[in-house]
Each structure stands twice: as structure tokens, then as C-alpha cells.
């Protein structure tokens, strides 16, 4: 065995091996994420610029920069790009990926290949999503709303929920191999109480990916019957029920946004922790309250429709619902809070995103009451506000956190270290851009200005400049990451084992890790965030620098 | 104008200072919460920085009541805010008795409404001020969403069945009138005005424009085209089909021995699709009018049957006596050919 050091070490999971199929065709659970990671920010990357398309066209109102149906159709393949093709895989894909088997102080996840071909589904997926983009597009809206997408859109209707049918069983895999792993593969000694609390979220999240996303392939596949074989299922010309699909449908997009957020609340949990150097105040409550979550969150889908014509005694179950989804969140920003008070504060780049996060996310959070609320939903649903909203929580939360979490783990993942200046700088441009692009949402959806409109009335039009404004400095702020992140691979300084000082078995293993994980199989005697005092800390990083509990 | 400062939509019905009164009620509490989270952490995050000499003795702390505490809190304002919200939405679920029913019929991408009085317009509304307005909802094709941000209120209108939605004007002026959902190419341009006026001033709009027949009147020239009348016969007649006469609002007993209320979608249903629930008594004869009618023609039909008579719907178990007479406009129809049928038992 190679004896550990803090340089090269000789043999790793990137140096293992180099020709193409040893990527194409690994089981190796770091090398996935990988495969991951390349595909989703190159999702991401057409789904913002579909995003920049409608920014700019909706800088004047008359709609002067494309057709209507091209407007249509852009703000669906940016919707259908980031939340099937981004969002949703994110953070669970990549650092999920790549860390639960290394948290959990295990050699992989339960079922490699099972990952593998997680990832071939993935991409066959964003084959056919980007095949029905090129092939004319698809102008339904993310929510393929029936009738008009199981009748009337005579674009590439079915080709794009098939990627999101197909996308769906590869979030199932990668949910259930989750499941698997944490239950039956954590190291002796690692208790479920000496989990790291990204685990716990992560297996909450886990949880709904296997129990809701059989429902949204239920609803495609229905909308597929209707739309080719001509049953009536939806459409009431045909006898069918057009709210029926919409029922289905939030059955598993709601909980689907709690597939986008637990997982950001995983990464949250270790920068908070390891940035002020203190457990995480109330450890067992941001562990339960991942899955209170998880479960009410299957309860709420109901408040997607307090306009749509569904009782009304429903919609005030779905309503009083919805609002106990708030405790749970607020006991973590309470708890995140609580946690900083007498703690050591590292401001490194990681943090910020991590202090962004709590900003944005309680903003979020907090906006949500006004929808749960049914008369101010009955004003502000299907406006803007629904689009600041989600925004706040979709991209304030969930991509603040990834960036966040890809900022912590890459030099565990790559070995080489970010550029701290350019990373904090792009942080702070990311944060402003944000606010300047999505608060304005807030007020033009109060205001009145419906979502989907490629024309609009001139009074809307400063708060939509200001909008684009914002989205371009945003805009600019992602792409440092990319290049910076990128241009580390090569110049970047090399990672010792722990660099940020934080607990946890992926930190005691090299950067990046051999192909097996651990030289040896970790045994844990202690419980997570044991965070040693600080000074000490500090001394015995010096002196043991890598894997200290694994090698004595 | 205030608007313009405000980023507010103007308050022109009775619900737009409740609803804004809630807003400002939420507004005030998460404006509360976020600058309470943001300086607590802005706050610790600078005094406990790495280095600083803070003090970081940690003492007892009252964990446990500290949990408790940012879970009973906002448990109690969200169930505020909850009853507040359900309140509002309760009562514009709820048209007042005598509003003036507006009829509304959605296709992409325009808006057809028909009042009373016969009068039709696309894509704007002409309503009198303080007047509860009750819209009669319907599409042709997608769903579609009417919105009037100024009164606060929005209902997603479906193709297939009747959704309803009311407001009481309170201030004259032209506001917007947006398609909410999305429907397609030209969703945007779904739009117009509600127009806001003084009743003098609606009712000679309405004089101005009246195109001779009332929607009642126009239902009845279409029950005659149609040939309704052949089997639909007054009350009294034995007719292959049941008296429409104080249908409205009644119970009708079907064949299955389900009991249903006649209201707007049992009897499009009934127009359109006969077979699927036959009065009880009666045979499954009458042909579907499916492609012969549009929404605007069931529509009218239903305006000529509310003017045989409309009843409340019958307390359970009391005699169809209490129902109010027939009120005006029975049609004088003498082409009755008495059928042996039975005649329809409407009250168990």
C-alpha cells in the first residue's frame, strides 16, 4: 500500500486510469459524479442561455426580438433544462455522488453498476430534450398543462416529457442506491446519530425520489396515451378531466422541489459546521426536520391549485397544509442561525455562499407564506411573484448551495485548490446579480404582470429592465466558477486531505481519493462535528496531516 | 400616479383592501423574520470571526426551550395568517344573491363575454360600479385564466365545465384584463380592459349597443330552432322529456337513483352528452347536440331555462311545493303531443 502524503499521492481514482472507455465504462462512484458534473453544467449552460434569450426579449414590451412561439418555446427549454436537467440531479448526482459512499466510510455505493447506468438513462434523457429542441422545440411550459399539451401544441410535446419520463427512473436509481448504501453500507461504529447531517438529508431527499417520481411517469404516460393513442384522459372533448392531470402532476413536482432543496440543505449543514468550527446547534432537529420535510411535502401539492377550479374545502386543507411546511425550514435557519453565536467564523468562499444561502433561502421560504395564504394566492398565482418566488428558493437556495458544496469538495474532488479571490469575488457578484434579477419579480407579480407573457403591458417595463440588468450580472458571475474552476485543474495549488479543517471520514482519506476510498476500513468511535479546539486543531493538523484515524 | 411609486395595483374592488390589508400583515411579519435572521448572522458571523477575541465561553443555554420556542412561534402566525387568508378566499368563493350574472367564454386567444341583455364584446367588460358582478366561466378549448389585478381576483376558466367568479367594483376607470394561464402561441395578447362605470352611464352603454334580444329571449329562439321544444314541454304536458319549467336549482332524481342539483353543468352535460345522466321516468332518447351548439349557444340555452324558473335548491326531504311559481317568459309551445310516458317523480 502507498503510505499517504500530503503530495501526489502516487495512485488515485483520476490517475487510475486514462483511456476513454475507463470513463465511459466505470463503476467507480467518484468517477460518475464526474460524468455527472460534465453533464448537468453543460445542461445548465442551454438552459441559461435559453434564460438570457427571454431576459433580453423582455427588456421592451412589445416583444420585438423573436415570435411569440419562439418566446414560448424558450422559456420551456430553459424551464425543462434547469429542473429536470439540473436542478434535480445537482447536488444529489454530483456531491451526493460523490460523497455518500466516502461519508459513510464505504468502497462505493450499494450498486455501482446500477449508478452507471443511472447515468446512461440521464443522458439518453437530455438526448431526447435536446433532440426535441433542435428539432423544432416544445412550447407547452415545464408543467405541460392539459389539455394544451396532451391536444392542442402541435410542437415536440412527446419527445420532451419522454426525457422527463426517462430523467425520472434515473433519479429513481440514484435515490434507491442512496437508500441502500446509508442503511447498510456505514462503517463500524457510524451510527445514525453519528451521521454527518448531510446525510440525512440527503436520504430524505432520497426518499422522495423513489416514492413520488413513479407519479410523474403515471402523468407522461397518460399524456402520451391521450396525445397519440387518442384516449380521453384529460381532455373533456374526449371526456376526460383537464384538472386531473394537474393533480398528478404536483403529486410529484412539489415534493420534486424538496429533491432540489434537501439536498442543499445537506451541503449547508457541513459549511456551517466547518466555517464556524462548532457542531451544528440542534443536531437531531435539522435531522428530523429533512424528513418532516419530506413527508408533509407529499401533503401540499394541492396549493399549485387554489385557482384552478378545485373545491373549496380543499384548497383550505391544502392551504393550512402547506403552512406547517414552514416550521421544519424555519427550524433550520433558526438552528443554522444559533450555531454561528460564539463560533469561530471562517469567511472563505464556501461560507459565503453558505451566509448567501440562509439570506435567500429565508427570503424564499418567507415568500412562500404569502402563496400558502389562499387570498393573496388568488392575486399573485401565475404571476411573477410565483416567479421570484421559486426563483429565491430554486436558485437562491438550491444553486448557492451547489456552488457552495462544489467550492468545498473540489479540491477533494480534483486534488487542486480554487482560487480563493476570484472564488469570493464571484460569490459576491453571484449574490448581487440575484437579488437585482429576482426582488423586481416580486414587486411586478404584486403588481399584476402574469408569468409566460412575451408582450406586456409598458407600465411593467422599468422593473423588467432592471431584471435583465441584474440576470446579466448574474450571468457573468456564473461563468467565473466555470473558467476559474476549470483553469485550477492545471495551476491550481494542490489539496492537502482536509484543507478547511473539517470532520468527517472524506476528509481523512487523500485528495483526490484512491480508487477504493480507504486504504483500510475507517472505524468511527466518535460522534460528527467532534470539532477539536481550535488551537489544537490547528497544531494537529500540522503535524498528522492525513487520515490520521484511519492509519493509527 | 400612485401606482407608479407604489408598484401597486390600483384597489377598485371590494376585495383590494382585504387582500392588500393580508399582504401588508404578511409583508410586516417576513419583513420582521429576514432583517431579525440577516443581522443575527451578519452579527455573529463578524463578532466570531476567526481571531477575533470574542468571548466563547459557551454557558448553560436553554436548548431545549430555544427549539421550542421557533417552533410554537411560527406554528401560531402561520395558523394566523392560514384563518386570516381562508376567511378572504371564503368570500369570494361566495357571489351574493342578486349579482349581475355576466356570462364569459374563453377560446385561444380571445375573450367573449355576454350580458344578460344581450349585449356581447371581445376582450373587454363593461361593468357598473358597486354592483357585485357574478362571471359565469367557460372555455372552448385550453385552459385559460381571468385575471383583473385591480380587484384582486383570478379562476382559471376549463374547457368542459363552469367555474365561477364575482367582484363589486368600487372605483370607475379602465383596468387590465389578463389570461393568466397559459394557453398557447398568443397567451400575452389574451387581454383587454374591465371598464368601470357609473350605473347610469352602464345602462345606456348597454341601450347603446343592445342587439334587440335578451339572453333569455335568444335562448328561447334557439330552444325553438333546435326543436327542444318537441319533447321539453310546459309543465303540466307529457312530453318525451321532462319539464324544464323550475328545473333550475331543483333536485332531479336520475335513473340510477342518484339524486343531482340542476345547475349550470348538469344541464350542459345534459345537452351535450344526454345519455350519461337520464331523469328518472325517462327513456335515453334524446340525441347529443355535441357539434351543433357552441359554448355561447348552451349558454343562452341555460339563461332560457333559468328564466322558466329558477327554484332554490330544495331543502332535503320537503315537498316540491315550496319552490317558487314559475316567473315569466313559460313558453306558450302548443305542439304538445301527450305522451303516455310517466311523468318524472321529483321528490322521494
Known sequence: MNSPTITEPRRNYLNAAYSVRSWLLTVDHKRIALLYLLSITFFFLIGGLAAAFVRVELMTPQGDLVESETYNKLFTLHGVMMIFFFLIPAIPATLGNFLVPLMVGARDLAFPKLNLLSWYLFMAAGTLGLYATFAGGVDTGWTFYTPYSSTYSNTYVMATALGAFVAGFSSILTGLNFIVTIHKMRAPGLTWFRLPLFIWSIYAASLIMVLATPVVAVAILCVGMERLLGIGLFDPAKGGDPILFQHLFWFYSHPAVYIMILPAFAVINELIACFSRRRPFGYAFIGFSSFAIAIVGFLVWGHHMFVSGQSVYAGMVFSALSFLVAIPSSIKVFNWTATLYKASVSWQTPMLYALGFIGLFTIGGLTGLFLATLAVDVHVHDTYFVVAHFHYIMVGGTVMAYLGGIHFWWPKMTGRMYPEGWAKLSAILIFVGFNLTFFPQFLLGYWGMPRRYHIYPEEFQVLNVMSTAGASILGIGYLFPITYLIWSLRYGKKAPPNPFGHTGLEWTTPSPPPTENFTRVPIVTEEAYNFLPEDTARKVEEETPVGSTIHS | ?348
Open chain 2, 1 to 348: 400616479m400612485n401606482t407608479q411609486l407604489s408598484f401597486m395595483p390600483e384597489q377598485a374592488s371590494s376585495f383590494a383592501a382585504d387582500v392588500d390589508a393580508l399582504y401588508g400583515f404578511l409583508l410586516l411579519v417576513s419583513g420582521v423574520f429576514t432583517v431579525l435572521i440577516a443581522f443575527l448572522v451578519m452579527f455573529f458571523a463578524i463578532k466570531y470571526r476567526r481571531g477575533s477575541l470574542a468571548d466563547r465561553t459557551q454557558g448553560e443555554g436553554h436548548f431545549f426551550l430555544m427549539e421550542l420556542a421557533w417552533i410554537i412561534i411560527p406554528l401560531l402566525l402561520t395558523m394566523v395568517m392560514f384563518y386570516w387568508g381562508a376567511v378572504v378566499f371564503f368570500e369570494q368563493t361566495r357571489p351574493p344573491e342578486g349579482a349581475i350574472e355576466i356570462n364569459a367564454v374563453g377560446k385561444q386567444w380571445m375573450w367573449k363575454f355576454q350580458h344578460p341583455e344581450g349585449n356581447s364584446e371581445i376582450n373587454d367588460l363593461h361593468v357598473p360600479l358597486g354592483q357585485p358582478i357574478k362571471l359565469n366561466m367557460i372555455s372552448e378549448d385550453v385552459i385559460h385564466s381571468v385575471y383583473v389585478p385591480a380587484f384582486r381576483v383570478k379562476q382559471d376558466v376549463l374547457p368542459g365545465r363552469y367555474t365561477t367568479m364575482w367582484f363589486k367594483p368600487t372605483k370607475p376607470g379602465k383596468y387590465h384584463l389578463f389570461c393568466a394561464e397559459y394557453c398557447g402561441a398568443k397567451h400575452s395578447e389574451m387581454r383587454g380592459y374591465v371598464y368601470v362605470m357609473e350605473p347610469a352611464e352602464y345602462q345606456q352603454w348597454l341601450a347603446g349597443r343592445n342587439q334587440g334580444l335578451t339572453m333569455a329571449d335568444a335562448g328561447q329562439k334557439l330552444f325553438e330552432q333546435l326543436r327542444c321544444n318537441t319533447c321539453h314541454l310546459p309543465e303540466g304536458q307529457q312530453g318525451r322529456g321532462p319539464s324544464l319549467e323550475n328545473l333550475y336549482g331543483s333536485k332531479v332524481r336520475l335513473q340510477n337513483g342518484q339524486e343531482v342539483i340542476a345547475d349550470d353543468n348538469y344541464i350542459r352535460e345534459s345537452i351535450l352528452r344526454p345519455a350519461s345522466k337520464v331523469v328518472l321516468g325517462y327513456q335515453p332518447i334524446m340525441p347529443t347536440y355535441e357539434g351543433q351548439i357552441g359554448e355561447e349557444g348552451i349558454l343562452k340555452l341555460i339563461a332560457e331555462i333559468k328564466s322558466l324558473g329558477k327554484s332554490e335548491p330544495a331543502a332535503n326531504g320537503q315537498g316540491a311545493n315550496s319552490e317558487p311559481g314559475a316567473g315569466h317568459g313559460a313558453p306558450e309551445s302548443n305542439q304538445s303531443q301527450p305522451q303516455d310516458q310517466p311523468r318524472p317523480v321529483e321528490q322521494n
